[in-house]
Every structure is written in structure tokens, then in C-alpha cells.
């Protein structure tokens, strides 16, 4: 199974609030990333957060890390249509070359 | 800059067929990664190049896949003989050093009939 886990599917409306959720199992991951995949396109860096930190805010976007439960969130503000798409939560060791992977939460937005 | 290229887009064989793929990274990053995606779930490290040498390819199925980076640049990985489940989309990235912010190409969707 996953290491990283994630809710499959998250719906929203437009100018709503999405927030989207994943917990990790390794507690000496030192980075955590949140990607954007659209249909046919390859996967896009949104932010990431290093583990030492608790919150980052990039305009719409604010990523909150709770280390002792080991749980990761991505808050978007003001959703519009073209958020829509899968969003996934990765994580990697500072020793090691694998970043892995959650199965992805698919954004819904509706008008 | 140009961002990872990889090619053919779409790739659909039989079983038992082999089939490549290929990719150009990000002009200057040494770092080149393949990943497979299976329909429904996250990507799958599959190897990991620095440079023209293999980092980790722990999880690459050695018996079927191949993968080579001889001059440091682009990239391909070969699957001979192909098998159903290969059905996936591959994804190639690169970075400018490990474990750093890595950028994907648009895949190759692959189907294995």
C-alpha cells in the first residue's frame, strides 16, 4: 500500500474554500510537496514545505504541517473551475532518492 | 526555459512487443528521473539518474525494463517484453540536484493489449 495516504475525491464550490488532506508514516521526511496534475499534462509543483516549518502561504495557497501526527494539508482559497484537478501529496527523506507518492485527491469545482 | 520533453505521447502494443520511450530534461539539471503511473494511483520511482550514472533503480523491474543516460542528457527506458499490467503512463522529471524540486514531462500513456 501507500505510504502516503489521501482522500480520493474532494468537490467544491467555485469561490468556496477547498482543503485537501494527507498523512505521511515517515517521520524523518524532511520535505513535503503538494503536485498538480491536470488531464494529459505531467505533474506541476504547487509548494512544498520543509519539515521544519508549520505553515507556508503562497497567495491562494496556504500548506499547514502537523509533524506529531504527521499530517500535511493544502488550503485553497477562492477555488475557481480551472483548479480543478488531482492534487497529490509526496514526501521525501533527506538520505534518500525515492519521493513517494499519494494516490491523489480529485478536485472537483463546480460553478 | 523549455520544460522536459518526452516522446511519443500515446504508445499502444501487444503483449510480448517492446517499446521504448524518451526524454530530454531541463537544459543544465543533472538529476533525471523515470516514474511509472498506474491508472488511479501516485507515480512510482522506477530509476534515478545522476548524471550518466544510475543512482537507485531499486524498483525497476530489471528482468523486462531497461533505462540508459549515456552522455548525461536525454534519456531512454525500454520495456522488452511488455506485459499488461506495464499498462501506465511514464513520466520522466529532472532537477538540478537530488532531491530538489523536480519538473515532470506530459508522460507517455502506454497500452499493452
Known amino acids: 500500500g501507500e505510504d502516503v495516504e489521501q482522500s480520493l475525491f474532494l468537490s467544491v464550490r467555485e469561490g468556496d474554500s477547498s482543503v485537501i488532506n494527507c498523512t505521511y508514516t515517515?517521520?524523518?521526511?524532511?520535505?513535503l510537496y503538494w503536485y498538480k496534475q491536470e488531464p494529459g499534462a505531467g505533474l506541476q509543483l504547487l509548494t512544498y514545505?520543509?519539515?521544519?516549518?508549520d505553515m507556508k502561504q503562497d497567495q491562494r495557497l496556504t500548506v499547514l504541517l502537523n509533524k506529531k501526527d504527521k499530517h500535511l494539508s493544502l488550503r485553497i482559497a477562492d477555488t475557481q473551475t480551472g483548479d480543478s484537478a488531482i492534487y497529490f501529496c509526496?514526501?521525501?527523506?533527506?538520505?534518500?532518492?525515492?519521493?513517494?507518492f499519494g494516490a491523489g485527491t480529485r478536485l472537483t469545482v463546480k460553478p | 526555459e523549455a520544460g522536459v520533453a518526452q516522446s511519443p505521447r500515446y504508445k499502444i502494443i501487444e503483449k510480448r512487443q517492446s517499446v521504448a520511450f524518451w526524454c530530454n530534461p531541463i537544459?543544465?539539471?543533472?538529476?533525471l528521473y523515470w516514474y511509472q503511473q498506474i491508472l488511479g494511483q501516485g507515480p512510482k520511482l522506477l530509476i534515478q539518474?545522476?548524471?550518466?550514472?544510475?543512482?537507485?533503480d531499486s524498483q525497476l523491474p530489471k528482468d523486462r525494463f531497461s533505462a540508459e543516460r549515456l552522455k548525461g542528457v536525454d534519456s531512454t527506458l525500454k520495456i522488452q517484453p511488455a506485459k499488461l499490467e506495464d499498462s501506465a503512463v511514464y513520466l520522466c522529471?529532472?532537477?538540478?540536484?537530488?532531491?530538489?524540486?523536480?519538473?515532470f514531462g506530459p508522460g507517455t500513456r502506454l497500452t499493452v493489449l
Open positions: 522529471a529532472s532537477s538540478r540536484v537530488r532531491n530538489y524540486e523536480q519538473f
Open positions: 514545505i520543509f519539515s521544519n516549518m
Open positions: 509526496a514526501e521525501t527523506l533527506y538520505n534518500n532518492n525515492d519521493m513517494r
Open positions: 515517515d517521520s524523518s521526511s524532511t520535505y
Open positions: 539518474f545522476q548524471n550518466n550514472g544510475v543512482v537507485d
Open positions: 537544459s543544465g539539471h543533472a538529476t
